[in-house]
């Protein structure tokens, strides 16, 4: 895991490295190395870059990127928001180190230098937007929004430092107008703009550059928020023993479908199978049984007393005793709410004691309600977060972090909210944002898939909040290597669902 800091605790780390004997001018040269690496990196045959500065510490980062860089042999033009006799500290030092090597440094703030840099940002392969970092919390205006301007309307690569210029760190909404970035290094630590969307879109690929700051004042600034990582999902996901059997790998229900909805029953199914379960059984109403055997023949059915095509509030007796062998149950996709269906969920949810992972229907049947059954795992989109916490889609959209807390506090769960950047959030507030996935993904069943892969996950991990984390990065990375051969639309679920051992190929070493 990475903390995800704010702009004040990021501050407040710097100045506990400096404190504890790294000069400023150090984490600077360093920051400045990482940002030369990333040009080098996206463009090994650039031969012209362009920086843009502005007056503060980012500013600084960009000069120092920008000599060295120029002692690498690239021809390299600076250019300043404000008068470089203006810049302060560490910035005036580059500013003085970069013109003592011969590199000539041009102020925007006449109408020359914004003609001049009109006809470098037409002449280059890369520019460095350094004009500002962490501590914007204002919309860009006058120069520095035209500035922006001409940089995106170049289409060129922009490697950001630090932060896109116009977003504010501390946001997962764009303040104004920003710089769209093809690379953005991230100094020390990654901030809410670099993993929320639609914020995290203006910042292109990620790199998170350790500039010297000792990781234990990272980490106790910031314990609330973090971004996973590959590494934390392969500790969890261990190759299989060569004698191991099915009953080793998980017994999961999947409680799910009704009249024209068995393929929600079906997905889930297929999930929790080519994730790795040893055996999946269907509780489903007993009309579905022959569709869903014909559809998914490796997982097992148990028909339940249904009326009108969806199961009926006296099925939960049987399902009740079925479930004590289980070690885990998806409960919810395609059920319907109708009233003895809902009957029913109220009973198995509230009698039950296996790990569950409720989805779809599950929470569609208690929305408005004071009241909530013990949920274990919930797996909502906006839309079904949104009528549990009595409001709508937009606004859980509009605020995913929070809406995802309100929701783990409301219904004391696991809370996966689903989208780009799913969070996952407990109850005490901690929140595990998941980078992998795709928009391909961005289609009916997907998240029938991912239930089926969470109650897979939960009898071999033990813990359901990383099982619900390890599940969500999983399936994104199925979705992201999809999208590779397919594109960014035309997914069916299933194949998602076959994609998933390919993924965990790709992530448990032998």
């Known amino acids: 895991m990475i903390p995800i800091l704010t702009a004040a605790k990021m501050r407040a780390a710097d100045a506990a490295a400096i404190r504890k004997g790294t000069p400023s001018l150090e984490l600077m040269e360093r920051a400045a190395g990482a940002i030369a690496a990333a040009v080098q990196d996206e463009a090994p045959e650039c031969r012209r870059v362009v920086v843009v500065c502005g007056p503060g510490n980012n500013g600084g980062d960009g000069l120092a990127a920008a000599r060295l860089l120029s002692g690498a042999g690239i021809s390299v033009r600076i250019f300043t928001l404000t008068e470089p006799e203006t810049l302060r500290g560490d910035g005036a030092t580059n500013h003085e180190r970069a013109r003592k090597v011969g590199l000539t440094v041009t102020p925007l703030s006449s109408a020359r230098g914004q003609r001049e840099l009109a006809a470098e940002l037409a002449g280059s392969n890369v520019v460095i937007d350094a004009l500002f970092g962490t501590g914007l919390t204002r919309p860009l205006t006058g120069l520095a929004a035209r500035v922006v301007k001409a940089i995106n309307g170049a289409g060129r690569l922009v490697v950001s430092a630090d932060v896109p210029s116009g977003l504010s760190s501390d946001s997962a909404a764009p303040i104004g ?69 099915k009953g080793d790998h998980g017994r999961i229900a999947i409680v ?79 059920l319907g709410t109708s009233k003895g269906t809902t009957a029913f969920l109220e009973r198995l949810l509230g009698e039950s004691r296996v790990s569950r992972v409720c989805d779809a229907d599950a929470l569609n049947a208690f929305a408005g309600r004071r009241r909530l059954p013990v949920f274990g795992t919930i797996t909502p989109h906006p839309g ?82 990383v099982a619900a984390y390890c599940a969500a990065y999983l399936h994104g990375l199925a979705g992201e290597r999809l999208a590779r051969r397919l594109g960014d639309a035309g997914l069916l679920a299933h194949e998602l669902a076959d994609e998933i051992p390919h993924a965990r190929r790709e992530l448990v070493r032998p």
């Open 256 to 334: 799910a479908g009704s009249r024209g909805k068995a393929g929600a029953a079906i997905l889930a199914a297929r999930g929790a199978l080519r994730a790795g379960a040893g055996l999946v059984t269907v509780l489903c109403p007993e009309s579905l049984q022959d569709a869903i055997v014909a559809a998914l023949p490796e997982a097992m059915t148990l028909g339940l007393p249904e009326r009108e095509g969806a199961i009926a509030a006296e099925a939960a007796r049987p399902a009740l005793a079925f479930l004590k062998g289980m070690d885990a149950a998806v409960v919810g996709p395609g």
């Open 384 to 465: 079904e977060a949104g009528r549990l916490l009595g409001t709508s889609s937009r606004s859980v959209q509009a605020d995913r972090l929070g809406s995802a807390r309100r929701l783990a506090r409301r219904t004391h769960a696991t809370v996966v909210l689903k989208g780009a950047a799913t969070l996952v959030a407990d109850a005490d507030g901690s929140v595990t944002v998941n980078p992998t996935g795709s928009p391909l993904m961005a289609t009916g069943g997907a998240g029938d898939v991912l239930s089926g892969v969470i109650a897979a996950l939960i009898p071999v991990i033990g813990h359901e909040p």
């Open 177 to 245: 107008p920003a710089i769209r970035a093809r690379r953005t290094v991230a100094l020390a630590a990654p901030k809410l703009c670099h993993v929320l969307y639609p914020a995290r879109e203006l910042c292109g690929a990620i790199t998170v550059a350790d500039i010297g700051i000792p990781a234990e004042e990272i980490w106790k600034r910031e314990h609330a928020l973090c971004l996973l990582q590959e590494e934390d999902v392969i500790r969890q996901l261990r190759p299989r023993r060569a004698d191991s059997n």
